[in-house]
């Protein structure tokens, strides 16, 4: 995992970036299992979703590379923190009823060695991936006001078949894939979130609590900021777009895998 990534961009991270209950419902539901089962959180960053699937009483093993993450978290009761990655999980053999990826696997060195990992610590329980693809994406405005962001997504994460025939090659059982649009006033402000609030890309901490925008550069950054500022003022981005404000969610290719007990 790119841990290099994330000791630059956490050090603000719990301001913006806060598990969004809606989701974490989605994933209790796909994972399907009893109050109680311990889970694996794999890249769980500061651990707002560990946190928030624990407070639904399951026992949660975060696991994540970065320091500066780790040191982000709030102490939960229900979580346990653990250095580590997931090409190498410091965890025994079966020693999980179920995972969770939750926005981590583009950061993966290698889908197919934490697939096998994911199959080692969890041989037969069910893992959930929270992930994006920007080629099942509605067209946005973010294209063609952040054109060099956009299309370094199409490097970062891989297209979803790619990943579900790795990970069931690899854990030898087969992937479903569910839609998961963006609500209007999502909590966890991703790069995306801010499909109906473009205000909310002016704000640098917002920008930098993003890998998108933290990997990008500066310079471009800063031109592209610029315009979407000339253009949200003059009400040019309104007049092309306004009608966004008044969607309830939008899809932007978010998508949950899920890859079911054997």
């Known amino acids: 995992m790119n841990q290099p990534v994330y000791d630059q961009i956490g050090k603000s991270y719990n301001t913006n970036r806060r598990a969004d209950a809606r989701l974490v419902e989605r994933i209790i539901g796909l994972l399907d299992l009893p109050a109680g089962a311990v889970l694996a959180d794999i890249g769980a960053g500061t651990g707002n979703y560990a946190g928030a699937i624990a407070d639904q009483g399951f026992k949660v093993q975060a696991v994540e590379p970065s320091a500066e993450m780790r040191g982000q978290a709030k102490p939960h009761e229900g979580v346990t923190w653990i250095a580590g990655s ?5 965890l025994p053999n079966a020693s999980v009823d179920g995972i969770v990826v939750i926005l981590a696997i583009h950061h993966f060195a290698s889908i197919g060695e934490a697939a096998r990992e994911l199959g080692r610590i969890c041989p037969t329980g069910p893992i959930v991936i929270l992930t994006n693809d920007p080629r099942v994406a509605e067209p946005s405005w973010f294209a063609d006001y952040f054109p060099e962001i956009h299309a370094r997504d199409f490097i970062t994460f891989p297209p979803l078949a790619e990943i579900t025939d790795q990970k069931s090659g690899a854990l030898g059982r087969a992937g479903g894939v569910h839609g998961f649009p963006l609500p209007d006033n999502f909590t966890d402000r991703n790069m995306l979130s801010g499909w109906n609030r473009p205000e909310s890309y002016l704000d640098a901490q917002v920008r930098q609590n993003t890998s998108g925008f933290a990997m990008a550069e500066p310079e471009i950054v800063k031109l592209r900021i610029a315009k979407l500022e000339q253009d949200l003022q003059s009400g040019e981005w309104d007049r092309k777009h306004g009608a966004l404000r008044t969607q309830s969610a ?9 890859f079911g007990a054997r």
Not at 86 to 90: G, T
Not at 253 to 258: A, T
């Open 86 to 90: 997931a090409e190498n999980i410091p």
């Open 250 to 258: 939008f899809d932007a290719g978010f998508r949950l895998l899920r």
